[in-house]
């Protein structure tokens, strides 16, 4: 039942949340940090934005920037951008792939790995039959920032 309930949230955030950013100042580091990230991709915060409420609510805990930077918090943020634009383009012929990503990463929220969602979207068998483009993509993705690790 949390699941859901944090399934449904990512889901309706989609919609409403870079606005409520955009329309007040910030009065904190995280709120700044948002703020400027929507000036430059608006599409990225609201998914940045998206992320951390849920890890935030399922974990009870605050996130800080530089959580939000983090290299596994910026895989899942990507695999939703991505998931977005092969949507848009109409990549994957199966549709859908935006709301398979918000829904897989909602079942694999955890407080301990940030990453965990992500790694869940490139090990699903089914979710890489299905959005194969997408899928190519993500992995492309890990590959590239697997080798720029130190």
């Not at 092969?86 to 398979?100: E, K, T, W």
């Not at 992500?118 to 492309?140: E, P």
């Amino acid at each position: 039942m949390k699941n859901k309930k944090l399934i449904a949230l990512i889901i309706s955030a989609a919609t409403s949340c870079s606005s409520v950013y955009a329309a007040t100042l910030p009065d904190n580091e995280v709120g700044s940090y948002i703020l400027a990230m929507n000036t430059m991709s608006p599409i990225t915060a609201k998914y940045t934005i998206q992320y951390k409420q849920a890890v935030e609510q399922k974990c009870n805990t605050v996130l800080g920037v530089e959580q939000l930077n983090s290299t596994a918090f910026t895989n899942v943020v990507q695999a939703m951008v991505s998931s977005e634009t092969v949507d848009r383009m109409g990549l994957d012929a199966a549709g859908g792939s935006l709301q398979d990503t918000l829904s897989m990463i909602g079942k694999n929220v955890t407080c301990s790995d940030l990453n965990a969602p992500f790694k869940a979207l490139l090990d699903d068998k089914d979710f890489t039959s299905k959005h194969q483009h997408l899928s190519k993509v993500l992995h492309t993705w890990d590959d590239v920032v697997s080798q720029s690790k130190p």
